[in-house]
Structures are given as structure tokens and as C-alpha cells.
């Protein structure tokens, strides 16, 4: 079993907005971060925010794993006027990267080699619209069929995270571990 990480991020500007976003997604909709209502108020929900570079936010959350961070980013998406990317990576054997406005699924891409595909059955991208996910990640053509051409999970993460100009390799689980992290994510209680 190798490494897995989920996160999202906000493109924004607006770090006020974007965390307001994050309250009311705490506070309205805790189920989608895995807190039953009746508990929503007793429990406080811890985020860890970055301004990651002028033009994302980025967002950890101990809820977010490969099978929920997406559903997360969808709910997320009504809450704010920005578009909301999803990054879930599983055991080094999956990238999916995936796009949300108003509640809806814009584009997703998956990061994977052929036999990954086959040994997961249902693996398949819920809407494929390259035009959308290279003028959202804003990469330059030749780039961006580049990094579509990349079939390693991790050489993807990579090569994303260097055409955006930040590092997606982060989850909550190890900001304890790495000064990094610490230092670039604040904690917001919610």
C-alpha cells in the first residue's frame, strides 16, 4: 500500500470569501464532511487554509479522502463563486483531479496506468473536457498535452504541481509531520 493524499482548491483571490465558504459548509452541510447533523454544533470542524500562490487557495481537511474529497468540492462549489478543483490520489496507483461550478461537475481527468483501469472496473472520468481544465488550471497548450499524455499518478501530481506553481502534495494527516505544511496552512476552527 503506497501513499494516498486528498485536498481541494479554491481559484480565488479572495481568502475572506473563500473561508466564509468553508463556515457555511461547516456549519450547513456537516454531513458532507462526514459529521452527522445532530453533531454539527458540538464538534467543532477543523480546516487548514492556504493562500497557496495569486491565484488558489487550498484546502485539508481530515474528511477529505479519494471517494469523498469529490463530493466535498461539488457541495463546495454552490457555496462559492469560484471554480473548486479536487485532487485524490490513492496508494500511488491513482491521480484524479477533478472540477466543479454551481454544484456541478465541469471536467475530471484520471492519472493512471492501463492495468489500474482494468483492475478497477468502474474507473472511468465522470466528464472529460480537456478545453475546460487547461483554461481553469491555465496552462499553455503545449503544456497541457503534455501533462494529459502522463500515465504515473505520481509524475502527474507533479507536473501539476509545477504548471500551477503549487504543491499539491498535502493532506491534513501530515501536518504534524512536516514543518512545511505547518508553516504554509493556518487552522481554522469552524
Known amino acids: 500500500m503506497g501513499r494516498s493524499f486528498a485536498n481541494l482548491h479554491i481559484k480565488s483571490k479572495h481568502l475572506e470569501k473563500t473561508v466564509e465558504a ?3 459548509l461547516s456549519e450547513g452541510h456537516a454531513q458532507v464532511l462526514g459529521k452527522p447533523n445532530n453533531e454539527a454544533q458540538e464538534i467543532k470542524v477543523v480546516m487548514y487554509v492556504s493562500k497557496s500562490n495569486e491565484n488558489w487557495i487550498s484546502v485539508l481537511h481530515d474528511y477529505f479522502v479519494w471517494g469523498t ?12 463563486e469560484e471554480p473548486v478543483m479536487t485532487a485524490g490520489y490513492m496508494n500511488e ?12 461537475i465541469q471536467a475530471e481527468r484520471i492519472f493512471c496506468e492501463q492495468w489500474t483501469r482494468d483492475e478497477y472496473e468502474q474507473l472511468k472520468e465522470e466528464r472529460l473536457n480537456d478545453d475546460y481544465l487547461r483554461e481553469a488550471l491555465d496552462i499553455r497548450n503545449q503544456d497541457f498535452d503534455d501533462f494529459i499524455g502522463i500515465t504515473s499518478p505520481e509524475q502527474a501530481v507533479d507536473k501539476l504541481s509545477e504548471l500551477v506553481r503549487m504543491s499539491l502534495w498535502s493532506d491534513s494527516e501530515w501536518i504534524p509531520h512536516e514543518e512545511t505544511l505547518r508553516k504554509r496552512f ?5
Open 22 to 24: 468553508l463556515r457555511e
Open 93 to 104: 496507483e491513482i491521480f484524479e483531479l477533478s472540477f466543479f461550478e454551481n454544484g456541478d
Open 69 to 80: 474529497v469529490k463530493e466535498i468540492g461539488k457541495t463546495l462549489s454552490r457555496l462559492i
Open 186 to 190: 493556518g487552522k481554522y476552527e469552524f
